[in-house]
């Protein structure tokens, strides 16, 4: 028996022509079926507790009141589960703003016009 005799006729496919192997399919369905959202109000809902804990007075303040408002929901979504995060990013803006309303560093001034 020759080496000859062992080989296939049919050449390999090359890579233009090849079907998709389940690791490429994995990845484009993950891609396109993502689960992050990044549309305007779900970031707007996240964003403006944040900048409100701080004060919107204050620069210092919004990046304090951020990295607070971020570690809160990922604690809440970690043990409560993801759909809790929005409901506690509002409960975190009314507590600031019955408690504190002008922020933990925001300035509490008043002038009369």
Do not use: E, K
Request: charged share 5%.
């Amino acid at each position: 028996m020759t080496c000859s005799s062992l080989s296939t006729s049919a050449t390999p496919p090359d890579a233009a022509t090849a079907p998709p192997t389940r690791a490429t399919t994995a990845w484009a369905r993950a891609v396109t079926h993502s689960m992050v959202s990044l549309a305007l109000p779900d970031i707007l809902l996240l964003v403006f507790p944040a900048a409100v804990l701080g004060g919107l007075s204050s620069l210092p303040g919004s990046i304090l009141g951020s990295v607070i408002t971020a570690t809160l929901l990922t604690l809440c979504g970690y043990f409560f589960g993801g759909q809790w995060v929005n409901v506690m990013a509002s409960v975190v803006l009314l507590g600031v703003l019955i408690v504190r309303p002008f922020g933990l560093m925001g300035t509490s001034s008043a002038q009369r016009l």
